[in-house]
T-cell receptor, first 109, second 114 residues
Framework: RKEVEQDPGPFNVPEGATVAFNCTYSNSASQSFFWYRQDCRKEPKLLMSVYSSGNEDGRFTAQLNRASQYISLLIRDSKLSDSATYLCVVPYNTDKLIFGTGTRLQVFP | DAGVTQSPTHLIKTRGQQVTLRCSPKSGHDTVSWYQQALGQGPQFIFQYYEEEERQRGNFPDRFSGHQFPNYSSELNVNALLLGDSALYLC?????????????FGPGTRLTVT
C-alpha cells in the first residue's frame, strides 16, 4: 500500500459546484496532515493543515478520519480560480513530507 | 523579503551528463530539502541539509548528492543523468525549529534529459 493515495482525477465541475477529494494514508501514527495546492508548472503552496478532526477556511473544509485513515478536502461554491492540482501531504517527520500524486480539479464556466 | 529562489529555471541535458541545481532559502531559514516531481506525480523527497550536513535521505541512488554552504544555500548534483531524471526539482526551506507546515517551496528547476 502506498504511503499516501489520492484519486488523480481529473474532476471537471461547473462553477458553483461542491467537490470533495479523498486521500488515504498508511502510517497510523501520523499526527498532522496538509493539503497543498499546485498550479500548472508552479510550486506547491500550503492550502490547509489538519491536526484534529477537521479545519475550515472559508469555502474550504478539511476533515480527518483517523479510524479509517483518510483525509478529505471539500470545496464549496467552486470558482474558476480553484482549478489546480490538490496534493495530500502527510509528514513522515518534521521535515520529510510524503505527497500523494495529486488530484486535478478543472472548474468550467 | 525574498522567498526561496532556485536557478536555473530550465535546463536541458544529455544522458550521461552531470548537472548542478542551486537553491537559496528564504531569509532566516536554515534547513533545506530537495524534492523531485516527475510529470503527473507528487513531489518525492530526495534529501535534507542542515548545518551543512545531509540529515535525511529518501530512496534515491548515490548519483544524487548535495551540499549546503555556510550561508544556508544548497546545491543538488546529479551524475550520469538518465532519461528518467527529467522532472521538476523543488527546493524547500524552513526556519530553525519550524514545523512541517512552515516549509516554503521555491519555483523549481525543470530538468529535461534527452
Amino acid at each position: 500500500r502506498k504511503e499516501v493515495e489520492q484519486d488523480p482525477g481529473p474532476f471537471n465541475v461547473p462553477e458553483g459546484a461542491t467537490v470533495a477529494f479523498n486521500c488515504t494514508y498508511s502510517n497510523s501514527a501520523s499526527q498532522s496532515f496538509f493539503w497543498y495546492r499546485q498550479d500548472c508548472r508552479k510550486e506547491p503552496k500550503l492550502l490547509m493543515s489538519v491536526y484534529s478532526s477537521g479545519n475550515e477556511d472559508g469555502r474550504f473544509t478539511a476533515q480527518l478520519n483517523r479510524a479509517s485513515q483518510y483525509i478529505s478536502l471539500l470545496i464549496r461554491d467552486s470558482k474558476l480560480s480553484d482549478s489546480a492540482t490538490y496534493l495530500c501531504v502527510v509528514p513522515y517527520n518534521t521535515d520529510k513530507l510524503i505527497f500523494g500524486t495529486g488530484t486535478r480539479l478543472q472548474v468550467f464556466p | 523579503d525574498a522567498g526561496v529562489t532556485q536557478s536555473p529555471t530550465h535546463l536541458i541535458k544529455t544522458r550521461g551528463q552531470q548537472v548542478t541545481l542551486r537553491c537559496s532559502p528564504k531569509s532566516g531559514h536554515d534547513t533545506v530539502s530537495w524534492y523531485q516531481q516527475a510529470l503527473g506525480q507528487g513531489p518525492q523527497f530526495i534529501f535534507q541539509y542542515y548545518e551543512e550536513e545531509e540529515r535525511q535521505r529518501g530512496n534515491f541512488p548515490d548519483r544524487f548528492s548535495g551540499h549546503q554552504f555556510p550561508n544556508y544555500s544548497s546545491e543538488l548534483n546529479v551524475n550520469a543523468l538518465l532519461l528518467g531524471d527529467s522532472a521538476l526539482y523543488l527546493c524547500a526551506s524552513r526556519p530553525p525549529g519550524g514545523s512541517p507546515y512552515e516549509q516554503y517551496f521555491g519555483p523549481g528547476t525543470r530538468l529535461t534529459v534527452t
